[in-house]
């Protein structure tokens, strides 16, 4: 589905590579002015002029920030702000999850590396473009979790495990971090409620990684990943998703659903929907993102 996106600027992280990249093609080839934020300058020029020549749209940008450090998010949103006159939509798409990691390592905000990337950067990246968002409404943010969530049924939220003191893996930090994404996407869709920015999250599917984000792996992780790409569908067709999300008339003034890869809403895991759980998540994210 093709749809008109002259005149409205997009912000996506982590556009150089995988999902993002594919939806930041997709974006600029509806007109979209497209804003690539990146952690690294290297990747992100170059993924800047492969969305141009691909989509044939010269608007498409690059803004340097590494969503795990608080000083950078604030450094590139202070950078966007001076630069933009308005954010249409912004999505969060970047995410870690580092395999290497085996066990806790934290930022220089002292938050664990995955929950830093996937939560607390997402928060506050969000915080500090919500006025512009409001001034350019109606305007949609959109939030990325995960499939493999269903997984994990009975996943709360570990206020005593938010820097995995307690117990540390990638996969449980992942989750853990993805399942905050959920929660974040109702609470926020709630308290924006009358602004006109709605706010939506992705149930990413099983996505083929490409080959260059996995030669750092052993290979018994390299089999497994090719076995995993064997059903899985690409990065092009779940970012079909994202632009659904983040164009189609038919969602305008929807906020607080969660998606999956063919534009219908699914339910999330029964600990997603506990208001309190949402509130405490909330305060601790003002914590620890220093708001
Ligand atoms: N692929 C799947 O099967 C799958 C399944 C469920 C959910 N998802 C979700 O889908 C989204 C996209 O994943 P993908 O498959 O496209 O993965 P990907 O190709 O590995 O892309 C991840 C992106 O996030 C960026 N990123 C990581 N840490 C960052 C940081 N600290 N600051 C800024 N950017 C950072 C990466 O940048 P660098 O190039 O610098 O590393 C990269 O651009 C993620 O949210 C992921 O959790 C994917």
Not at 53 to 78: F, H, K, P, T
Not at 136 to 145: D, F, L, M, T, Y
Not at 149 to 158: G, K, S
Not at 207 to 214: F, G, K, Q
Request: net charge neutral; aromatic share 8%.
């Amino acid at each position: 589905m093709k749809y008109n996106l002259e005149n409205k600027t997009v912000l996506i992280t982590g556009g150089n590579s995988g999902i993002g990249k594919a939806a930041a093609i997709q974006l600029a080839e509806m007109g979209a002015k497209v804003v690539i934020a990146c952690r690294s300058q290297e990747r992100g020029k170059k993924a800047v002029e492969d969305i141009q020549n691909i989509s044939a749209n010269a608007n498409v940008e690059l803004l340097q920030m590494d969503l795990a450090s608080q000083q950078s998010i604030r450094e590139g949103v202070a950078e966007f702000l001076s630069t933009h006159s308005r954010l249409d939509v912004l999505i969060h798409n970047a995410a870690n999850f580092d395999q290497n990691l085996k066990t806790p390592v934290l930022t220089e905000d002292r938050v664990e590396t995955i929950f830093a990337t996937n939560h607390i950067g997402v928060f506050l990246m969000t915080h500090l473009l919500l006025d512009l968002m409001k001034s350019s409404a109606p305007s949609r943010i959109i939030n990325v979790a995960s499939k493999g969530l269903v997984m994990y049924p009975n996943l709360d939220i570990e206020f005593d495990n938010l820097n995995g003191e307690r117990k540390f893996s990638v996969q449980h930090a992942y989750y853990h971090s993805k399942l905050a994404q959920v929660m974040f996407t109702y609470d926020l869709a709630d308290r924006l409620k009358g602004t006109g920015i709605t706010v939506n999250c992705i149930r990413v599917t099983n996505v083929a990684i490409p080959d260059e984000r996995l030669t750092h792996l052993p290979t018994w992780l390299k089999k497994i990943y090719n076995i995993k790409r064997k059903m899985s569908i690409t990065p092009e067709k779940q970012a079909q998703t994202y632009c659904f999300l983040a164009a189609d008339p038919a969602v305008e003034d929807i906020s607080g659903g969660y998606w999956d890869e063919t534009n219908h809403q699914v339910k999330s895991n029964k600990h997603s929907y506990n208001r309190e759980t949402w509130q405490k998540l909330w305060n601790e994210s003002s914590r620890l993102s220093n708001l």
